[in-house]
Nanobody
């Protein structure tokens, strides 16, 4: 059974940093693509960053480029999201997701193409 478990969320002041982790289990993920999404109150869930597990190719939403970095540790079966220069508008529940198909371009943001989802971790950025 596939499980994605996020951790690392919390409260931070604007300009601060957090690192989110997504521990994946239940199968071999080297042929998967992984994504981070976020959902703020009253808003749709949106794509933040993604990575192809085997090649390390990454993709980012424009709103986080230059501030967030996605990476993976094959030995630990874990995907990370390093978030720097956080802003109040980054406040949201952050979700990890996995998909068996490799997205291209806008395909990274298609929520219905992700096969597995974690339960989310809250990130709150105060001004």
């Amino acid at each position: 059974q596939v499980q994605l478990v996020e951790s690392g969320g919390g409260s931070v002041q604007a300009g601060g940093s957090l690192r989110l982790s997504c521990a994946a289990s239940g199968r071999t993920f080297t042929s998967y693509a992984m994504g981070w999404f976020r959902q703020a109150p009253g808003k749709e869930r949106e794509f933040v960053a993604g990575i192809r597990w085997n090649s390390g190719i990454t993709n980012y939403a424009d709103s986080v480029k230059g501030r967030f970095t996605i990476s993976r540790d094959n030995a630990k079966n874990t995907v990370y999201l390093q978030m720097n220069s956080l802003k109040p508008e980054d406040t949201a529940v952050y979700y990890c997701a996995a998909r068996r198909t490799f997205p291209v371009g806008v395909g990274w943001g298609k929520r219905n193409e992700y096969d597995y989802w974690g339960q989310g971790t809250q990130v709150t950025v105060s001004s």
